[in-house]
């Protein structure tokens, strides 16, 4: 199966390095390729995102993606993501029309975080955000 993320507006997936064993590869210096967000995603502000896919281990995608300043919305895949650079505040939605806030969570640089399918969420970027991520193609 296809990763969701590359069927949705606002991402667009670009080459880049394949990491190997016994490689690394510069999160922060990954090239990314921006795009806006899908409008009807978007609650303030006009956040671009963008993905790279740098490798694959035991059946798992791993990429680096980064978001923007602004403030949108998004149903998640499974994932695991490590922050690299910048921050944000991430509200878990109900999944009932009030959309009302569950959770909150704020990251930073080294915050490892666990997402999965389904999950409704409000990310609030102050500057940008770039991470790490790790998840089912």
Do not use: H
């Not at 994932?79 to 569950?102: K, N, P, Y």
Request: charged residues 25%; aromatic residues 6%.
């Amino acid at each position: 199966a296809q990763d969701p993320r590359r069927r949705r507006p606002g991402v667009r997936l670009v080459s880049a390095a394949e990491l190997t064993a016994g490689d690394a590869v510069s999160a922060p210096a990954t090239e990314l390729e921006f795009e806006p967000m899908a409008p009807d995603l978007i609650d303030a502000g006009a956040p671009v995102a963008g993905y790279a896919r740098i490798g694959e281990f035991e059946g798992l995608e791993v990429g680096v993606w980064e978001i923007s300043a602004g403030v949108s919305r998004d149903v998640e895949v499974d994932e695991v993501f490590v922050v690299v650079e910048g921050s944000a505040t991430i509200e878990f939605l109900s999944d009932d029309e009030s959309a009302s806030v569950v959770s909150t969570l704020e990251i930073a640089p080294g915050s490892v975080v666990r997402l999965g399918a389904g999950q409704r969420t409000r990310w609030t970027v102050p500057e940008r955000l770039r991470k790490v991520v790790v998840l089912r193609p």
